[in-house]
């Protein structure tokens, strides 16, 4: 089955979960007898090219033309390196790009989508595809029935592994049209910290923390940690903290290797975006809070005694390995 993946551009470098999506491209085309393709846009430095050309992959089609932010153009360019790479499954990865741009494929190809795989594809027989549901409560094995399929890849969920050999970078403009949309002016709000969907340790805070002038202890420890910033809904509802930072059934859904949840109570709703992280760690209060029961370890304690502890106890240990 040949394969092609979707590589999405980070300020000018390749997108760490598009590493992820080209092992996991790459491992699916060997296991099946295909080869793996990789689509990549925009403007991309050569090392990252080079980076990415190492995951195993036959050919990088590089468009270096178009926008990032032109959904439709981004649709056009993968369907024509679906179509130049003759590739029966498509692989995006599951965060702000790729679950834009999936849908849109899956609806012009006609093609069976599985969006939010947690791990690899069953190939034998009928072609399945594991995801989490209920607010990643159960598992579901979703099988895909057409020609063509898609699967958005949760960031996270498999790990990425270089291989032997270089693939080729290919410079690739096919006719995708007029652009539809033009960008006026572009601002970033997440500023210079991690980005929060690629992040192996995640530091989160909610309402326990009573007003936006206590998160310099949060933002420390994420220093400390060099992990991205979390926090639950009503934190950013009430303008504590901007959206993007917003976690949870209706906010982004992440799968760090650490989740630290400070002065969160744990609802359900909160808990389907951060129940796959490798490992949680609560402090609350509240020893009845119900983050607890999803907690690798807890700490019953004052998040204003317990974090500058925290704090102290990473910057001493670093400062012994030095
Ligand atoms: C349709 C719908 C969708 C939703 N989507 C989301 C979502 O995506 N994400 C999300 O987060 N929520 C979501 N919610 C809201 C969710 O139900 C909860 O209300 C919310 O998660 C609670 O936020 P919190 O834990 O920060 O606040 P609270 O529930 O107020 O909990 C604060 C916690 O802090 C603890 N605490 C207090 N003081 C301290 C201290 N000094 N030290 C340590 N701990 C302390 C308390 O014991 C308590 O457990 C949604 C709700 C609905 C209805």
Same mark, same amino acid.
């Given at each position: 089955?040949?394969?092609?993946?979707? @590589? $999405? !551009?980070?300020?000018? %470098?390749?997108? %760490? @979960?598009?590493? $992820?999506?080209?092992? &996991?491209?790459? /491992?699916?085309?060997? %296991?099946?007898?295909? !080869?793996?393709?990789?689509?990549? &846009?925009? /403007?991309l430095d050569d090392a990252s090219l080079k980076e990415l050309a190492s995951y195993g992959i036959t050919k990088i089609l590089h468009c270096s033309a178009v926008s990032d932010l032109d959904p439709s153009q981004l649709t056009r360019l993968t369907i024509a390196a679906a179509a130049e790479s003759q590739a029966e499954l498509i692989i995006f990865s599951h965060d702000y790009t790729g679950k834009s741009i999936a849908p849109l494929v899956s609806a012009k190809m006609k093609a069976g989508m599985v969006a939010g795989a947690i791990d690899y594809p069953e190939t034998n027989g009928d072609f399945t595809v594991k995801t989490n549901v209920f607010s990643g409560k159960a598992f579901a094995q979703v099988k895909i029935k057409t020609d063509k399929k898609i699967i958005t890849l949760i960031p996270n969920a498999i790990s990425k592994e270089k291989q032997e050999g270089q693939a080729e970078v290919i410079a690739y403009s096919p006719d995708l049209g007029a652009a539809s949309v033009s960008v006026k002016e572009f601002k970033a709000e997440g500023g210079d910290g991690i980005n929060l969907t690629e992040a192996e340790l995640v530091?989160?805070?909610?309402?326990?923390? /009573?007003?936006?002038?206590?998160?310099?202890?949060i933002e420390e420890l994420a220093k400390e940690l060099g992990a991205a910033t979390a926090c639950s809904r009503p934190v950013s509802d009430i303008g504590w903290r901007p959206h993007h930072e917003h976690v949870g059934q209706t906010g982004i859904a992440i799968r760090p290797n650490l989740y630290i949840a400070i002065g969160i109570s744990g609802a359900i709703q909160h808990l389907a975006g951060v129940n796959g992280s490798k490992v949680i760690v609560v402090i609350n209060t509240d020893k009845e809070a119900p983050f607890f029961k999803a907690a690798d370890y807890g700490v019953v304690g004052d998040a204003f005694e317990v974090v500058p502890k925290m704090i102290e106890a990473i910057k001493a240990f670093k400062a012994g390995q030095a």
């Open positions: 089955m040949n394969v092609l993946v979707f @590589a $999405e !551009s980070d300020n000018g %470098k390749v997108a %760490k @979960a598009s590493f $992820e999506a080209a092992t &996991y491209g790459t /491992k699916v085309a060997s %296991k099946t007898g295909g !080869s793996a393709t990789i689509v990549a &846009y925009g /403007k530091v989160s805070a909610g309402r326990g923390l /009573k007003g936006p002038e206590n998160w310099g202890m």
